[in-house]
């Protein structure tokens, strides 16, 4: 370990800049930390832990601590707050929240704001005087404020250097540059207050005649404390603190950012006599500031000023007793100053002496410790090793212990030391670019991962788009990537719900990964007026994470509970995309972001009477019907339904009506059974091999089992446990809001009258019958849809239609016109509301309605 | 509203509502003085903003005439919290909009931008109309706009329009307006300020400046009779003053300081924080040589300015728009400035010096020097002379504690600044008298120089001064010791004038008076004088006679070298030269005045005095010379 420092890691993961870092000895062991963000951390160096958080309302460049260490003062963007921090650690601790861990998080409010100054970018705290600096446009602002109430005294302007800050303006966007501000007091001028004994870091002692060059005799005489600022715009400017009339002056341009200035002892003549001022600028330029002995001319003492450089570009630097220390981020590095003052001192008359301390100048010595953003001021330790705290740029706090005699060692170098030395640090400089390597690494696979991924999401987009654009001449099966459902009922809690079972295919050769939302929006066709298409329509989003080609993903989602809603439900699928699943956590919190999402419809599935019916089994019928009947509501329903019954006084069936009050409506729908066979039988040889083959002879029954079985639009209905075997060409069902349905199919002859032929056709009478009127019509839509698909798939024939064409249609269309006449008669007594109530209308335009579905045309 | 009121007139009933809340907040604030001027400001900004915001809303719906009177109220409203705010191009754009509003809703076309063509343009298109009103109150805040930025050249020639607003004011349509609608308050739009206060303000101000600018133009007369009947116009105290101050200062150019200091005083009567009257009159004493009252009035002068209340309370009725942000003119400010109170407790410390309240004086220099010392002095600096550099007035302080016979008290100031100097003083230098013609030129260039001569100058007169201590104290060989060594300081100045080579300055080389090269003869002949007295105190007459004849060669003028001189050589028994000596000492004028000339450079009166009576006498005794 010879020749290496020890780093030590401290605390990690402390994050953001948008400001230079900052790492601060206060409050006894502590160490504050701020990285530019709007958080101020405080650690303790004694338990090696996090002890506080103190969250501003602001981004913070700057912060300093009282003389008497209690307050800490911490520049904002919006200005200068000021906390008492052992005041905030107590009560943190005593809130009981915070007392499990020991972390306290404080959020600073908005009440402890001292300096309402906008865009402060360092501050500086001497005396009684707080100092405060800050950038316009034009120039640089120096304010004066009085730390007891902050009342401002005076301020100076500067104006801005702008050549150097033009250049920069590219970077400022990045990071805004502090400013720095330290105050110089002269060694001999005793301190006003023994506060001000134990100087901070900010505060230096400058040895007197040095002082009195530099600054002036009257700033030496009336003993004040001198502000040195350094800017970014490379200029190094003073201002004394207590001068009446005094200005903010240029002690010397470095023409590039000022990075640090400090003081150091560089040669022993007494104890903490600074005879240096040493300032760094952010291109690697180091100024020594120092006393010139008798000159050549007049004598007497003068400031002498030398320049030298380092490599660049310097991110932070401090100095101790003769060294500065500084990092460029890759490396930090330490430049002994005594070598080469003191060579300068040896050899004064020569001429090449600026030469050679350039030289001395240009050869600091790597300490092997990478990117440090940040150092406070270097300490000794017992052994007498030299401490430095760093800040890294990813936010680890580091003390980086330099090894003791490191002078001596490098004055004795043996030459196998040299090899070890330099192995250890070949080996640590691979460590180093191994660690950035794999980080690097890790972050070219995960854009490569994001890229595929956003490949496969283009496919299927486009796949979709492609489809969506053809839609009207593609059937539903040749959708690359669609929906079906399956509906079922279940019961639970003494409640029947139906639920809907969604099944995604994915039978496209893509995948659909991680980000892929499943969106199902549930709308009824038609809704009731008074509420609006929005407040009737659910929306489902089934995330899902991959389905890969030929998998299939089955989402369930609640209907309807029992009686609630109306059908037939529309059920629209689409595919949602969002972009923040593929940029991951970062994107998320990222404003605008959230709503950025791709849609693409799938189809759109719809759920009908039949699909919704349950169908009772002929040996539960009798069952299901009486427990009903025992529900106290049934039997109040029915009653009012007999009611209804005897005041509509509608003759037919009337002793039937009177025992079985429920089938009071019917509708029913003939479809030629020619017809039925041929596409039925095609359909059961052609498309589906595994439907039992139907006996020829039952149409009607087939024809029920192939309605309630099987269902246009990709929506078929699930039974509960088997297959219903429909015995019998009557079914009786429930419908969703309760009501018995019967459903009968029949083959009846229907007799052509107008020929002469006599010629008898068969045809299929499906019969819908329920007391509910909804039921009726309902299922006579879906009925009507399923024939419709029916009749689609059917095979041209063409000279059986034209035989069709006259049958009945002479009577039909009589009883059309019989109709209408009906309807306008209605109408107009509705519209001019003579002598008819509206009750009479509506009866009148039902019993119109029924008569329309009751005698149906023959669908051939 | 009832429902029947249709959308727009309650539109407009709301945004009457939202600008008197604003204006109801904008009242309030400046209600409670409690706040930070900082919170005032940004209570200030929030106000206008909200004002802007208002007047975008409103502004979005074309110049109808039932809006506009609203609209130009808020306008008003705005346009004055922006001027309040100095953000005078961002009003007057404001104004120029809402003008062109108007001419829009009366269908004139636009015209030229010539300010007092198109106001008149536009006065007269708004006829008399309700709007008109409206109008003059934004006339008068041009005319606010116009004399914060010191446009006193236009106000001129829209004087006949503003002198229109005030007719209207004084038949009081305002008041009118006012009374009719007071009934139902909520549904008349409110102004921040009253436009009469504004007026008034307004008026009082520009007669002011404009006061300003002819006496800064030499046009004394001409400004002090406008000044003199502002005086009574109904305005705020503050201004009041300064048409008293400035009538002073008139009749001060006019060569009149009587009737000056009778403004001046009118002046600190009607507003006590009236400062610069108080300095104005000092200035008018110290003209007039009556030292006394110029003493008092610096005394005055010094505590008014320790007082607390520095600044200017603010003022009822003109709190939005103080005047000081409507005077801004560089004239004025020039007459109102005063030097600081360090300033002018130097001066005060340095009058008593001179003019024999030495004990005085003394009590001023060390209060000079605590505050200079206090932790409390933050470099607040001031307009007027800069105080002199501190080394020298150590040494003032000193010479004067010296006068008032505490020696150890001046050896330790004077010690400071050797101790402060030593460390500095260069082993050579050379003093460059600059050409007279290239002196402004050259100065800044050997600025480094310069200092170093002045150190070296400081460290001598310390010595000098520490010299005249031991003098007074009768310590004869601390005396010599100090002299010599301010002496050693003196031959390292090399004096170089144009081409020629460096040399030792001798006695026809003396320049202009306050030259350093005049204070480095007087420095040494002061301090051979001193040396050579207190040789002869010791009885050690050769080298005192060598001494003092040098500081004759040095600095002719010099009273004691001239006398000791003398009695050295009446001890030595050349009588007849001795006697040669006085009265060619005698002959002697000064040519410099006392005042010019630092205190620390004059010849201490504390040292052993030779009578000239007796020397007279003396003369006598010896009878007529042998020669005559």
């Not at chain 1, 981004?59 to 307050?71: A, C, M, N, R």
């Not at chain 2, 001060?252 to 924080?273: F, G, V």
């Not at chain 2, 001046?410 to 500095?424: K, Q, Y």
Request: hydrophobic share 40%; net charge negative.
């Amino acid at each position: 370990m010879e020749g290496r420092c020890a780093v030590e890691t401290w605390a990690v993961g402390l994050s953001g800049t948008s400001c230079t870092p900052r790492v601060k000895f206060g409050l006894g062991t502590d160490v504050l930390l701020c990285t530019g963000s709007d958080e101020v951390y405080v650690f303790s160096t004694q338990e090696r832990k996090l002890t506080a958080v103190l969250q501003f309302p602001d981004p913070v460049s700057d912060l300093v601590g009282s003389h008497d260490k209690q307050l800490l003062y911490v520049a904002c963007r919006s200005g200068v707050y000021c906390v008492s921090l052992q005041f905030q650690l107590s009560r943190a601790a005593s809130s009981p929240a915070d007392a499990s861990s020991s972390l306290a998080e404080l959020k600073i409010p908005s009440e402890f704001l001292v300096v309402a100054e906008e865009g402060v970018l360092s501050v500086l705290l001497v005396g009684s005087v707080f100092l405060t600096l800050s950038q316009t446009d034009t120039s640089w602002m120096l304010t004066l404020y009085k730390s007891s109430n902050y009342e401002m005294l005076s301020s100076f302007s500067l104006p801005l250097v702008s050549g150097v800050v033009r250049n920069d303006t590219e970077g400022k966007t990045a990071m805004r540059k502090r400013p720095v501000l330290i105050c110089v007091h002269s060694n001999d001028a005793t301190p006003p207050s023994s506060s001000e004994a134990t100087l901070t870091d900010d505060h230096v002692r400058l040895e007197p005649v040095l002082f009195k060059l530099l600054f002036g005799v009257d700033a030496a005489l009336a003993k004040s404390p001198v502000i040195l600022c350094g800017l970014p715009d490379g200029c190094l400017c003073f201002l004394p603190l207590r001068l009446p009339g005094s200005r903010l002056r240029v002690l010397r341009s470095l023409e590039q950012p000022v990075v640090f200035v400090g003081a150091s002892v560089v040669m022993e003549r007494g104890p903490g006599h600074a005879q240096c001022l040493v300032a760094v600028g952010e291109l690697g330029k180091v100024v020594l500031i120092k006393t010139d002995k008798g000159g050549s001319e007049g004598g007497g003492n003068r400031t002498g000023f030398i320049e030298g450089c380092v490599p660049g570009p310097v991110m932070c630097g401090c100095v101790d007793k003769n060294c500065l220390y500084y990092s460029t981020g890759s490396d930090l590095l330490v430049l002994d100053l005594s070598e080469g003052l003191s060579r300068r001192e040896g050899q004064e008359k020569d001429e090449e002496t600026s030469r050679k301390t350039e030289a001395a100048l240009q050869s600091p010595t790597s300490l092997n410790v990478c990117r440090v953003a940040a150092l406070a001021e270097p300490t000794c330790n017992t052994a007498g090793e030299v401490q430095l705290l760093g800040l890294s740029v990813r936010g680890q706090l580091q003390r980086i212990t330099l090894p003791a005699g490191r002078e001596d060692a490098r004055l004795s170098k043996g030459p196998s030391a040299l090899v070890g030395r330099s192995v250890g640090d070949l080996l640590s400089a691979i460590g180093d670019v191994c660690e950035r390597a794999s980080v690097l690494k890790t972050a070219i696979k995960s854009k490569n991962q994001i890229l595929r991924h956003l490949n496969q999401v283009l496919n299927i987009s486009f796949l979709l788009i492609a489809s969506a654009s053809s839609e009207e001449h593609l059937p539903i099966q040749e959708k690359p990537i669609r929906c079906h459902g399956v509906t079922s009922w279940s019961r639970l809690l003494q409640e029947d719900s139906l639920n809907l079972t969604c099944v995604l295919d994915n039978p496209s050769p893509y995948i659909l990964e991680r980000g892929w939302t499943l969106s199902i929006a549930v709308f009824p066709l038609s809704y009731p007026p008074s509420a609006g298409w929005e407040s009737s329509s659910t929306n489902f989003s089934f995330p899902f994470h991959n389905l890969h080609p030929g998998e299939t993903l089955e989402v369930s989602l609640p209907l309807a509970a029992a009686g609630e809603a109306s059908f037939p439900m529309t059920v629209s699928c689409s595919l949602i995309f969002s972009l923040t699943s593929l940029l991951g956590e970062e994107a998320a919190n990222l404003p605008g972001l959230q709503s950025r999402c791709i849609s693409l419809p799938l189809n759109t599935l719809t759920v009908d009477w039949l699909h919704v019916l349950q169908v009772n089994s002929p040996t539960a019928t009798h069952k299901k019907a009486t427990s009903q009947s025992n529900n106290t509501t049934d039997s109040v329903q029915a009653f009012l339904r007999s009611r209804r019954v005897r005041c509509s006084g509608r003759g037919e069936g009337g002793g039937e009506s009177a025992s079985k009050p429920e089938r009071e409506y019917s509708a029913s729908i003939r479809v030629s059974s020619e017809l039925l066979r041929d596409t039925l039988l095609l359909k059961s040889s052609d498309l589906d091999a595994h439907m039992p083959k139907w006996p020829p002879q039952n149409v009607g029954l087939s024809l029920l089992e192939w309605m309630l079985s099987e269902g246009p639009g990709g929506v078929t209905m699930g039974h509960q446990g088997d297959k219903i075997a429909l015995s019998s060409s009557v079914v009786h069902a429930r419908g969703p809001n309760g009501h018995t349905v019967k459903l009968t199919a029949k083959e009846v002859n229907v007799e052509e009258e107008s020929t002469g032929k006599e010629e008898s056709r068969t045809a299929v009478e499906v019969q819908v019958e329920s007391s509910s009127i909804a039921a009726v019509c309902g299922l006579h839509h879906a009925v009507l849809r399923r024939v419709q698909t029916l009749l689609q798939r059917a095979p041209e024939k063409a000279a059986s239609t034209k035989e069709v064409q006259s049958l009945g249609l002479r009577q039909v269309l009589q009883r059309a016109e019989h109709l209408l006449q009906q309807i306008q008669q209605s109408r107009i007594s509705g519209a001019f509301g003579v002598g008819v109530s509206t009750g009479q209308v509506t009866r009148s335009l039902l019993s119109v309605y029924r008569e329309l579905r009751e005698n149906p045309l023959l669908i051939v | 509203m009832s429902d029947q009121m249709c959308q727009p007139l309650s539109l407009l009933y709301r945004w009457i509502q939202e600008n008197n809340e604003l204006v109801d907040k904008c009242k309030q604030q400046g209600g409670g003085d409690a706040l930070s001027p900082d919170q005032n400001k940004t209570h200030l900004r929030w106000c206008s903003s909200e004002f802007h915001k208002l007047l975008k809303k409103i502004q979005g719906i074309p110049p109808l005439a039932d809006y506009l009177q609203l609209e130009l109220t808020v306008v008003y409203n705005a346009c004055l919290c922006s001027t309040a705010q100095s953000q005078f191009s961002e009003a007057e754009l404001l104004l120029t909009q809402a003008t062109e509003r108007v001419l829009q809703m009366t269908g004139d076309a636009p015209v030229a931008s010539d300010p007092p063509v198109f106001w008149r343009t536009v006065l007269k298109s708004v006829g008399d109309t309700a709007l008109n009103p409206c109008v003059l109150y934004l006339l008068c805040l041009q005319w606010a706009i116009w004399l914060s930025t010191c446009q006193l050249k236009t106000i001129q020639e829209c004087q006949d329009e503003l002198f229109s607003v005030f007719e209207t004011l004084s038949t009081g349509v305002w008041d009118e307006g006012r009374s009719e609608l007071r009934g139902k308050s909520s549904d008349i739009p409110l102004l921040v300020m009253d436009p009469r206060r504004l007026f008034e303000l307004l008026q009082i101000c520009t007669i002011i400046a404009q006061g300003a600018e002819s006496l800064s133009e030499g046009r004394s007369s001409e400004a002090l009779s406008g000044l003199q009947t502002a005086s009574s116009l109904p305005a705020p105290r503050t201004l009041i003053a300064y048409t008293h101050l400035l009538s002073g200062s008139c009749l001060a150019h006019m060569s009149r300081p009587q009737m000056a200091l009778q403004c001046y005083r009118k002046a600190l009567e009607t507003d006590s924080r009236c400062v610069c009257a108080l300095y104005q009159s000092m200035l008018i004493y110290r003209q007039l040589g009556n030292t006394q009252a110029e003493i008092q009035a610096l005394c005055l002068l010094h505590s008014t300015l320790m007082l607390p209340f520095a600044t200017e309370p603010a003022l009822a009725g003109t709190r939005l728009l103080s005047p000081s942000l409507l005077l801004r003119s560089q004239s004025l400010s020039s007459l109102l400035s005063v030097p600081s109170a360090l300033s002018v407790l130097h001066n005060l410390a340095l009058k008593c010096v001179h003019h024999e309240r030495v004990s005085d004086g003394v009590e001023y220099y060390l209060d000079l020097l605590a505050v200079l010392h206090s932790e409390d002095q933050h470099g607040v600096h001031a307009e007027g002379p800069p105080l002199p550099s501190l080394p020298e007035l150590y040494l003032q302080a000193g010479a004067a504690l010296l006068m008032a016979r505490r020696p150890a008290d001046c050896m330790a100031l004077c010690d400071e600044v050797i101790t402060t100097t030593l460390e500095l003083l260069p082993e050579k230098v050379v003093l460059e008298e600059p050409e007279e013609k290239c002196e402004a030129e050259t100065r800044p260039l050997c600025a480094e120089g310069d200092d170093r001569v002045a150190m070296l100058l400081w460290a001598g007169a310390a010595y000098l001064l520490q010299g005249h201590c031991h003098t007074h104290l009768k310590d004869w060989k601390q005396a010599v010791t100090h002299y010599t060594r301010c002496f050693n300081l003196l031959v390292k100045v090399r004096f170089k004038k144009g081409s020629f080579q460096p040399q030792i300055p001798s006695t026809d080389m003396i320049g202009k008076q306050g030259t350093d090269l005049c204070i480095l003869q007087r420095l040494k002949g002061l301090s051979l004088a001193g040396r050579g007295i207190s040789f002869t105190q010791t009885d050690q007459l050769r080298e005192a006679l060598r001494d003092l004849q040098l500081s004759m060669q040095a600095f002719p003028e010099c009273t004691s070298a001239g006398l000791w001189c003398g009695e050295v050589l009446w001890r030595l028994g050349r009588r007849w030269e001795a006697a040669a000596c006085w009265e060619k000492t005698w002959s002697f004028t000064p040519q410099f005045s006392v005042e010019s000339l630092s205190v620390y450079l004059q010849e201490p009166q504390s040292g052993p005095l030779l009578d000239s009576s007796e020397l007279r006498r003396r003369i006598q005794e010896l009878g007529p010379p042998l020669s005559a």
